[in-house]
């Protein structure tokens, strides 16, 4: 056996090295190879553990959230006992433990325009395991600009997607989705609900992307939408064709230009940063909690109590034309009262980010979390 290989390693990877296809060089490959995934939730749980099981060298994982029991009806790499921890913490420890052989890199922030060059550039291969369409954006774009394969999936109730993203070879996440939907139609998983098995099964196929990516095996799905359908247990495949008016693919619009369409394809929402210095600097605006009562109690940012059910009933007491802030636990809520107020006339409306939770991530870790 090639001495490239621990003792170990050759027990470890018995069954890689007998396969056609993989082999001595293959699995070479695959301990050469540095992997990121975005995002250590619902996808990205099986996502890592296999890859992690496969041998893959170095696998950098990035999340900035932190373990509810929500998450553990589809997140597997979590239990009971470590909610409130840091999901890349408690990540490294169980793939460590899965297979303590590999280097885990860990991010706890979220990828942003800040920082994603810096980090995507020391990968060969990315993995979108997000939930949300600026993030999908953003990684395609650093993705494409840095020549990175971009393995890509998404769940939804019953209903998964996986592509794979190649520069150069095929299209691009923004031929898929030129534009992103209303904010107010896209709920993630926590709002819109999914089946907790079927990230298990579609963060699994991203997995065995990544893999024949790295090999250069079989035929990944470059230029294709695999579409599967839990409740029919139907696998569906729809060419992606290029947009000749992408405007990463087709039109070579520089690189630099395409933050502003990343910024503006969310523009009702507001990041909790930007609140923080909208506050610091004691800008005029109206801020608006639209949970429940109970909800206040247990911590809230100081704005005016006005639950979604009771909205209408408060909004003479408003300024129409002043900026107004919407916040509720995450986004759900927040995105409802948005069209609400849009419709009564109010201009100047802007959606708190992900809500109380994650300015408690990231800003003001004292508040209580529920």
């Not at 706890?108 to 325009?113: A, C, D, N, P, T």
């Not at 893999?211 to 569906?236: E, Q, R």
Request: aromatic share 8%; hydrophobic share 40%; proline share 5%.
């Amino acid at each position: 056996m090639d001495t490239y290989f621990t003792p170990e390693e050759i027990e470890r990877y018995r069954s890689h090295f007998a396969l056609s296809g993989v082999g001595i060089e293959g699995q070479k490959k695959l301990k050469a190879a540095r992997v990121l995934c975005v995002g250590v939730g619902g996808l990205g749980s099986p996502l890592t553990l296999y890859l992690a099981a496969a041998g893959i060298g170095t696998l950098g994982i990035i999340d900035a959230d932190h373990i509810e029991v929500s998450n553990l009806q589809r997140q597997i790499l979590y239990s009971d006992n470590e909610k409130n921890r840091p999901k890349v913490v408690v990540a490294k420890d169980k793939l460590l433990q899965l297979n303590p052989l590999v280097n885990i890199e860990t991010y706890q922030e979220m990828l942003s325009e800040d920082n994603a060059l810096s980090i995507i550039k020391k990968y060969d291969v990315v993995v979108d395991a997000t939930d949300n369409y600026a993030s999908r954006f953003l990684i395609n774009d650093f993705c494409f600009y840095l020549k990175k394969p971009n393995v890509y999936a998404s769940v939804f109730q019953f209903e998964g997607q996986l592509s794979v993203f190649m520069p150069k070879h095929g299209p691009c996440y923004r031929c898929l989705y030129p534009d992103s939907p209303p904010e107010n139609l896209v709920p993630n998983c926590a709002e819109g609900g999914v089946l907790g098995v079927l990230p298990g099964v579609m963060g699994s196929l991203q997995a065995l992307e990544v893999i024949k990516c790295i090999l250069g095996i079989g035929k990944p799905l470059i230029g294709k939408l695999l579409v599967f359908d839990g409740l029919c247990m139907s696998f569906k495949e729809f060419e992606i064709q290029k947009n000749n008016k992408c405007p990463i693919c087709e039109k070579n619009i520089p690189f630099s230009d395409l933050a502003h369409t990343r910024i503006t394809c969310n523009p009702k929402m507001l990041s909790v940063q930007a609140f923080k210095t909208l506050r610091d600097e004691n800008k005029n605006f109206t801020l608006i909690d639209v949970r429940e009562p109970f909800e206040f109690n247990i911590c809230n940012l100081g704005g005016k109590l006005m639950p979604l059910g009771e909205l209408s009933q408060h909004l003479h007491k408003l300024d129409k034309s002043q900026l107004t802030i919407v916040h509720c636990k995450f986004d759900g809520r927040s995105k409802q009262a948005l069209s609400l107020l849009e419709a009564e006339g109010f201009t100047q409306v802007k959606i708190l980010e992900g809500g109380i939770i994650r300015w408690i991530d990231q800003i003001d870790p004292f508040l209580t979390r529920y």
